[in-house]
């Protein structure tokens, strides 16, 4: 960074510790754009990202929603691509908003929107839908904190079954195999077999140290270790389905959702998503409308269709186990 663009940066400062929070972002919005007419991109980036945090430390979280937007945008004139130093700047930025006044979801839809298009991701950037969906976790909106952190990183699986546990001790305790599959069912529908199982499994472990009376049983069927909660049927059912899943046995699917017809009787909302399932594993053909894949989940999962749904998903796959009879 050099001398001159460090001076202005300090100046903007000075505007900002003496409380003049108006100068300071609107002076900046011209500094910056002067930088832009130039086409000096790491000018216009380093000062808007310096003062931009130094306004968001201040509490001025209104000129900071502008600003990030802003950043996005020179980000997309400059044709950058979202690496690890670009998002990080964008992340960083996103963690200084209060997340309960929301002012900063334009942001986090307009940095996702950016990396979906300048990135390898279609539907958006992992790291930076991860860090979208722990904003939206903190601030109380599990709906919307659920479509991001399914399509964020392998560390999204834990935060996600966190979210659905700590959602599911204001219920009552015979729900929780609705708030599982709230983590489950979606990662399935993206092609994320690893942390469909990873969050199910990190779901199970609090629910069976917490829930002691619900009566865990840990078994083989055959060779392969499950928690089983004899009082909890459709919570073995999904078990059960992510170890199908592996097998890749169409016959098995028919049978295992044959067995639990009764139960699944009662979340008929899974209805769909299971077809799909079958459709997407077993390639089990099933007629139905032409539906994007996010308006089914947003059907399923309560609220709107998210921004963007993903496109060309590449399975991730766990371990596959031994054979199993689900029968």
Known sequence: MS????????????????????????????????????????????????????????????????????????????????????????????????????????YGDEMIGWSSTAGEFPAGDPDLHEAVGEMYAAAQEPYDAERHLVMGTSASAEHLAELEYEWYTEDEAHTAPLYAARAVLPYLLVGNVRDASRSLDMYTDRLAKAKAGLGRQDVDVPSVPLQIFPSLPLLNFLSLLLVTIQRGKADSFRQLRKHYAVHLKEVESWDEALDRIGEMYFNITIRRPTNPLFDMMGSLFGGGPPSSAPANLQKIEATAPPAVDVD
């Not at 991109?41 to 000129?63: E, H, N, P, R």
């Not at 700047?89 to 929301?102: A, D, G, M, Q, T």
């Open 3 to 106: 001398s001159k663009i460090q001076k202005s940066i300090a100046r903007l400062q000075e505007r900002i510790d003496e409380g003049q929070y108006y100068e300071a972002h609107q002076q900046l919005r011209v500094v910056a754009s002067r930088y832009v007419k130039q086409k000096n991109w790491d000018a216009a980036i380093d000062t808007l990202y310096s003062v931009t945090q130094a306004l968001l430390k201040a509490k001025q979280s209104g000129s900071g929603d502008d600003l990030c937007r802003y950043l996005v945008n020179v980000y997309e004139q400059a044709g950058l691509k979202p690496d690890n130093s670009n998002k990080g700047k964008l992340v960083s930025l996103l963690r200084l908003f209060p997340p309960e006044e929301l002012s900063w979801k334009r």
